[in-house]
């Protein structure tokens, strides 16, 4: 593709080789909200935080939040400016140049399939219960194999058949989660929202709370609140893209909040006993049967594997397109047929290759822990260069080109607080500690070893190939473009 210009790379029909733009600015968000997950990642990690930091960890819902929200909004400049699949690569390289883009970018793709991985290591946790099966290693890895598998195939239609799927996936899945909580809140346990302040033993004080909020009660919030760059990726996809991606960044973090105060509020007002849900394996549950007949629990279940296989399968789908913008670029081995495309713009070729991506490693982890702090670490290690590489553009005149999403002169600010924002929750996940980030082989903490493989096979591509080739290849688009 090295050949074509900039522009006809990005508005090529199906035939050429592109997408199609298919998807309306409310599917894109749709899409996006899926892919956060909000429901699956309060249900997967609720315990740990509560038995970590007591229901007090109801506040990093909202610390996490805030800085969230200054990385969203420049999630939604960028898409207005560049809404190209493959957005964590081609942001960079058209920033800085194609170097830092396919470091970023390379690291960006791996980080984003072990997110996968940890989504379909979730599913199990409500699956089992949901039909009584035994809890062991061979059915957690047996379900997450078939939800990636699930995954591959439901990529392989197109994008817009995913989209209309999610669009109505999520009116279920908000309805159903604001209703009960709800009902938790009215026919529960009615505790006193000095509840919000129980550390449930876990420190006397700010001070003494505080490494077991960092520890644990955060995680949940962390965990949660990311991805919501998915709507700048699905931009090359998206009607009237420079409009819709940046709506569906900054209207899918205000939903995803949203939900999430009315939910972590409710459940936690309704607690009957702090200590025993604490030291529950399915606290949330337990919380609903104290509160409604047993049946809303398994509502709830079901609930939770919908929204999960949903997650899983945008969450694919955005991995999907890294690759194809990166192999579009020829940033990738076997560039060539990576972003190769059906009639109908569905990248099929790389579809495959991020099926088995995704799924084989299942085989050798299925600690859910192990891949969900290494798999955010990474994330955020991306989140706080893009952060500080726009910075510093942003300092030398960036942008040059107004577009329809724009921070104006609140722009510098925004950008300090996303970039200390980033790389204050990144530090919180590198931090060595057995809670969060505990050793795993060789007695390497798990968030190196996540965030180093990319690193190192990605150090040793470049250097046989990707250095001579990046050498020989046009400039990215032009950062004044737009």
Known sequence: MSGLSDEAVIQSEPEAGGLRRSLTGFINGSMTFASVGVSAGLFSLFGFALAGSGPAFFWGWLVIGALVFFLCLMWAELSSHYPY??????????????????????????????????????LPVSIIPLFGL???????????????????????????FLGRFTEYGIFVEIGILVLLSLAVLIFGHHNSVSILLNTNGNGHSFGSWLPDFLGFGAFVSIWVLFTFECAGTLGEETIDAKRSA?????????????????????????????AHIAGSATPLPDIINSALPHWFSTVYLILIAWVTILAGNIEFTAVVRQVYGMARDDQLPASKYLSRTRANGTPWIATIVVGCLTALPLIESD?????????????????????????????????????????????????????????AILLNL????????????????????VMGIPIVLGAIYYILVQHRRLGTQRPARSATES
């Open 367 to 423: 600690q859910l822990s192990v891949v969900l702090v290494g798999a955010t670490a990474a994330m955020y290690s991306v989140y706080f260069s893009v952060s500080c590489i726009l910075l510093w553009k942003r300092l030398r005149g960036w942008p040059q080109v107004s577009a329809p999403f724009k921070l104006g002169r609140w722009g510098p600010i925004a950008n300090v607080a996303a970039c200390i924002g980033a790389g």
């Open 85 to 122: 699949a493959g957005s964590m690569y081609q942001w960079p390289a058209l920033l800085v140049g194609r170097r830092v883009g396919w470091w970023i970018g390379w690291v960006y793709l791996f980080a984003f399939a072990a997110v996968c991985m940890g989504t379909y290591l979730v």
């Open 134 to 160: 035994q809890a062991t290693t061979l059915t957690s890895v047996t379900i997450a194999l078939i939800a990636a598998v699930t995954a591959t195939v439901i990529n392989s239609v197109n994008t817009r």
């Open 430 to 449: 590198v931090w060595s500690r057995p809670s969060t980030n505990p050793t795993w082989k060789l007695g390497i903490p798990v968030c190196y070893w």
């Open 246 to 274: 940046p709506r569906a960044v900054m209207g899918s973090y205000f939903v995803t909040m949203a939900l999430g105060v009315v939910f972590l509020f409710c459940f936690l007002l309704a607690i009957p006993n702090v």
